[in-house]
């Protein structure tokens, strides 16, 4: 999934699940910074003392470590299915969909456990984080978030409007050649574009299909049922399509409609007409000084942060909120799975 699922979507999905509007944009944002939050350096907010951020993003070679696979890939954006522990025979590292009434899926169990959550902010901010890994394992199952051979994809091809299939050279190829076998790497983007409908061939050489839209529509109505029950309880957990048909149907044409990211985020924009998102915005509301260092090597950024200090109400900050998020999810998932 990207951008135009995990915070446009998200943001629609919470408003129709009951969520007011400045509600619904807090889920969105925390769901969506899953993705943007590589900050690791600790932050002084007040003299003498220490607030530690969390990463939930990985972008170099540093994924080859087991510490990142377990500490990002796994808690965020790969969840295996089950407890390890439980039943160890069984377990599998790799990414199944969250299914609807499982509640010994971790994503279950992750999403029941930002639930009960009471401050309301905190509870908000993890239910977004949340929401986050949950999507994922409707676009990364079959995947896993360690470095093994369960990740390799061979030859790559997309659906073609006629209906037969076009090979992906480049991805088949020089993808397969040079990428570690960490996550959907090996697959390039193919799990994350919506609208996709494409095929591969996996490490045991067996061809698999993806209907990216058909599975990107199973997780909008989980997710909608999530929140709703977050929302109102009493409430039945009907489909979205029968609470909301019209929304249903201009959500499955968004999804269904291909090109750029950002074209694609200008349809849910018109549609949603959510606040855009700005990946700083929580950062700058919680820290004084410059908070734009994402383009800094890390000894410039270990530097830079050391000046930064917190604004008077940094500890009920969204941005100070999400980093406990993300160290919550972490503990629970790397619990689970130890």
């Known amino acids: 999934m990207q951008k135009d699922f995990h915070y446009y979507a998200v943001y629609q999905l919470a408003k129709l699940a009951g969520f007011s509007i400045s509600d619904s944009e807090t889920i969105a944002f925390a769901s969506q910074y899953v993705d943007d939050s590589t900050e690791s350096e600790p932050i002084m907010p007040f003299p003498d003392q220490h607030f530690d951020t969390v990463r939930t993003a990985h972008y170099n070679l540093g994924a080859f470590d087991w510490d990142v696979q377990k500490k990002i890939y796994m808690p965020f954006h790969f969840l295996p299915t089950a407890i390890r522990w439980q039943a160890p025979a069984n377990f599998s590292y790799c990414t199944a969909p969250a299914r609807e009434g499982d509640h010994t899926q971790l994503s279950h169990m992750l999403f029941d456990a930002a639930v009960k959550e009471t401050n309301k902010r905190f509870r908000l901010i993890r239910i977004g984080v949340a929401i986050h890994t949950i999507a994922d394992t409707f676009s990364h199952f079959g995947f896993s978030g360690r470095h093994h051979d369960e990740n390799n994809v061979g030859k790559i091809w997309h659906a073609k409007k006629d209906g037969g299939w076009d090979l992906q050279f480049f991805e088949s190829v020089v993808v397969d050649m040079f990428v570690p076998r960490i996550g959907h790497v090996e697959a390039s983007s193919n799990p994350d574009y919506p609208y996709l409908k494409w095929r591969y061939t996996n490490g045991n050489g067996r061809r698999k299909t993806r209907d990216n839209l ?70 700058q509301a919680a820290l004084k000084g410059d908070v734009k260092w994402d383009d800094m090597s890390p000894s410039e950024r270990k530097i830079h942060t050391r000046r930064l200090e917190g604004k008077v109400n940094f500890d009920n900050s969204k941005w100070a909120y999400f980093h406990r998020a993300a160290l919550k999810q972490r503990g629970l998932v790397r619990g689970w799975i130890n």
Do not use: C, F, M
């Open 214 to 283: 058909k599975y990107s529509l199973n997780a909008v109505n989980y997710i909608y049922k999530r929140l709703k029950s977050a929302k109102t309880p009493a409430l039945p957990l009907t489909e979205l399509d029968q609470d909301h048909p019209n929304d249903y149907r201009q959500i499955k044409s968004l999804l269904g409609k291909n090109g750029s990211l950002d074209r694609r985020i200008k349809r849910w924009k018109r549609y949603t007409n959510a606040t855009e998102y700005k990946k700083v915005a929580w950062r």
